[in-house]
């Protein structure tokens, strides 16, 4: 397949999965982008001819380009696409198409390409709320968040929400900031999570009072819902930014995770859609580097490992808990990847 196929070929694909996960704008646009990108603009080139895996699961081609583009409406610089973009009723692909060729014809969205999409899904701090309570019922203390794949820390400060689980309460009250999923099963378990710390790391650490613009302009224009949680999120984290370092994260667990002395907090490391693309180096450093440390750990000072990915050999998006000094990992969850949907397991399913 040549090269410019190829391509079109990854924006259809994203198309596929945007309609899936309840976008059709995002998707006709990526049906819209695949037809009139050519080669006579600078944007048009640079994507045609990407010389990296232009995939949804590779470099997210089209969620770069997706993103420059609501950027550029949000910010008032592509008056000929804002009138089709939502609320407005969802356009064709022919007007839609005519208007993206004037704003394709743009050097600003270059820079768009460069970096991979970066969205910190608020809703997903509901899953790993749950999971932490299943933390916390079994080690009944302070937990200390270690996120792989922070981004800019909206999911580190997942205490500062409120959160109804299967009818369950937890998280602050009175936060702006309210997840109530689509819940199956029963709730989680009614434990207190109590945090005592909380660091993360990201190759691209996403300051939320810098970058605030261009995270939103990574959400889907046609889920306002989720554009509300993460405007909201950002401002609790303006005021108070979650500690993100750069770096890569495999480095960073070797160096952060280390034997803990006694009655030391719940060590978590957790990571939500993020695991999944990290390179397979970088993987197996990780888990080689939590399971040594955890074979050390005591009852006294347990580890917990929190993963909320989709694993190669499964269709949807599990909860899964490590924990140690007894080792059990458990499958605790199957959730949609934005969590707007949570099926609970009970003991005997799991």
Not at 7 to 32: H, N
Not at 34 to 63: E, F, I, Y
Not at 288 to 307: C, F, N, S, Y
Request: proline fraction near 10%; charge should be neutral.
């Amino acid at each position: 397949m040549a090269r410019a196929d190829e391509v079109r070929a990854s924006f259809a694909e994203q198309a596929y999965w945007c309609g899936r996960l309840g976008s059709p704008f995002t998707a006709r646009l990526c049906e819209a982008l695949a037809v009139r990108l050519d080669s006579s603009t600078a944007v048009g080139a640079r994507v045609l001819g990407w010389p990296g895996d232009p995939s949804p699961g590779g470099d997210a081609l089209a969620l770069r380009l997706a993103g420059g583009l609501h950027a550029l409406v949000r910010s008032g610089e592509a008056p000929e696409l804002a009138p089709l973009y939502p609320p407005a009723a969802l356009p064709e692909g022919g007007p839609l198409g005519d208007a993206l060729a004037a704003v394709l014809a743009r050097d600003a969205l270059l820079p768009w390409l460069e970096r991979a999409p970066q969205t910190n899904e608020v809703g997903r701090s509901a899953v790993l709320m749950a999971g932490l309570m299943a933390v916390a019922a079994r080690f009944p203390r302070p937990i200390a968040l270690l996120e792989l794949g922070a981004s800019a820390g909206l999911n580190l400060q997942l205490d500062r929400y409120r959160y109804d689980l299967g009818g369950r309460a937890a998280g602050d009250p009175d936060a702006a900031v309210r997840l109530a999923p689509d819940w199956l099963g029963p709730p989680p378990p009614a434990a207190e999570v109590r945090i005592a710390g909380r660091r993360g790391v990201d190759l691209s650490p996403v300051d939320p009072r810098r970058d605030r613009d261009r995270l939103l302009a990574y959400i889907w224009p046609d889920q306002p819902r989720r554009l509300a949680l993460a405007e909201a999120a950002l401002d609790i984290a303006a005021a108070d930014p979650p500690p993100v370092d750069a770096g890569d994260a495999a480095d960073w667990i070797e160096a952060r995770l280390g034997p803990a002395g006694p009655e030391a907090p719940v060590r978590a490391v957790i990571h939500s859609v993020a695991f999944q693309y990290f390179p397979r180096k970088a993987q197996a450093r990780v888990a080689r580097h939590i399971e040594r440390i955890g074979a050390e750990a005591t009852a006294a000072a347990p580890l917990a490992w929190l993963r909320f990915e989709k694993l190669a050999r499964d269709r949807e998006y599990s909860l899964r808990l490590r924990t140690w000094p007894d080792g059990g990992d458990a499958l605790l969850a199957w959730a949609h990847p934005h969590a707007s949907r949570v099926r609970w397991l009970d003991a005997e399913q799991r």
